[in-house]
């Protein structure tokens, strides 16, 4: 028996015993078993295999989030919750759940958590990094939010002139199409080098040596993400403009975002995102730690990152923002929400991705929180009631003996 997903598939050359146990015993001339008959039983002794292996995951915050999944209805998408200070995954709910009786009917082995996704204006937040750190979020600057990203009238969302401050907390388009643009004139690479630095693309989870396996990954089945597919696109200024609202061939996963929120989240450091803290052998004694390791490449200045801090929580404090339903949460909220077009149609219906993701307290951050919808309708099965209800289950959750356990 091998692992072919998820931590078994990673870690399957630890976790296969050294060898099988027996049950030895007679037969007749049938085949039958003739119990009771010097039955013996042989087995391989050693005291250290199976290994164990000791996950970040908490149990209990686990079966909460599954169960508010269910309960909100979410077919295909889940939720990723980090630990900000270990950067450690507390929980992670995929849907289509695995199919028990006939596990391989499905998409139920296949973890969306881990997968490139199409974010929409999630994606803003890489933008508004780039856009900070070029001066091209001059205050007094306005943009024109009575248009759409190609200039013809916004029938649907008509917000007049807005700053590059509101504009973010209303998700509007027309001003993150221009801006990445502008960004493109500057470097056609910028979009990706920001995504880079914001931990987005290149794969989150924990990877390095360990024993004669080089470029070891915790999460094999992760997927790296991307900005562009072609220096053609790269290059046009209107896929830059797509690209900047997180269409176009912008492809991430929710396991990125999260981390991505927690980069900002701890002023700009970026770090690996760990699923296993160590591996143990059968006594409980450890066979090796996963240490808190940095990603690689270059970061997000301490400067940027509590700029995006303040712009992540006015989507929350703003009269019109995106993230208004949150300003009674127990927990101040920050964040960002996504709704990104896929091109894919249901009965003349175009379906959508639906986003959320943020991190809270907002004044000492301690999680970061992906909630994704995939596939929906555009006007159902949004994710902020989600978000909002295990904003409130965390905070019973870490109140429940008191508030000493906060």
């Known amino acids: ?66 169960e508010k999944v269910d309960e909100h209805n979410i077919n295909r998408g889940g939720v990723v919750l980090l630990d900000i200070e270990t950067n450690s995954i ?99 690479n910028m979009l990706e080098k920001y995504a880079e630095m914001l931990s987005i693309t290149g794969g989150a989870g924990w990877k390095g040596h360990i024993f004669h396996l080089e470029d070891f990954k915790q999460l094999q089945d992760e ?49 690996m995102v760990r699923a296993v803290f160590s591996i143990q052998y059968q006594n409980g004694a450890k066979m090796t730690e996963f240490p808190k390791q940095k990603l ?3 970061g997000i200045s301490p400067f940027t990152a509590m700029k995006l801090q303040k712009l992540l929580r006015e989507v929350v404090l703003n009269e019109e923002g995106t993230g208004r339903w949150f300003r009674d949460l127990p927990y101040a909220v920050a964040g960002k929400s996504g709704t990104a077009e896929t091109g894919i149609y249901k009965e003349d219906k175009q379906l959508h991705n639906k986003w959320f993701a943020g991190y809270f307290p907002y004044e000492k951050p301690k999680y970061a929180l992906v909630t994704v919808n995939l596939g929906v309708l555009e006007n159902e099965g949004g994710v902020n009631p989600l978000f909002a209800d295990i904003v409130k289950e965390v905070y019973a959750f870490n109140h429940a003996d008191g508030p000493e356990n906060n």
């Open 223 to 271: 997927e790296d993400g991307r900005v562009f597919l072609s220096d053609e696109a790269r290059k046009d200024r209107n896929f830059a403009a797509l690209s900047g609202i997180g269409q176009h061939e912008v492809r991430v996963s929710p396991l990125a975002v999260a981390n991505m929120m927690a980069t900002i989240a701890r002023g700009g450091e970026k770090d």
């Open 1 to 66: 028996m091998i692992g072919i997903s998820g931590l078994e598939k990673s870690f399957d050359e630890f976790l296969i015993a050294e060898g099988k146990s027996k049950l030895v015993y007679h037969v007749d001339g049938a085949g039958a078993p003739l119990f009771g008959i010097n039955v013996k039983y042989i087995d391989p002794a050693n005291p250290f295999y199976p290994i164990n292996l000791q996950t970040s995951i908490d149990k209990e915050l686990q079966i909460l989030l599954e």
């Open 296 to 298: 690689e490449g270059e």
């Open 90 to 188: 507390l929980a992670m709910v995929s849907r289509p759940d695995i199919n028990r009786v006939n596990p391989y009917n499905g998409e139920g082995t296949e973890n969306m958590m881990v997968k490139q996704k199409i974010p929409g204006s999630v994606f803003k937040t890489v933008v508004a990094a780039a856009a900070i750190d070029h001066g091209l979020d001059d205050p007094a600057r306005k943009f024109d939010c009575s248009k759409t990203i190609s200039g013809e009238p916004d029938l649907k969302y008509d917000y007049g002139l807005l700053n590059f401050t509101d504009s973010f907390a209303v998700s509007c388009n027309r001003t993150f199409g221009e801006l990445a643009r502008e960004l493109q004139e500057k470097d056609p």
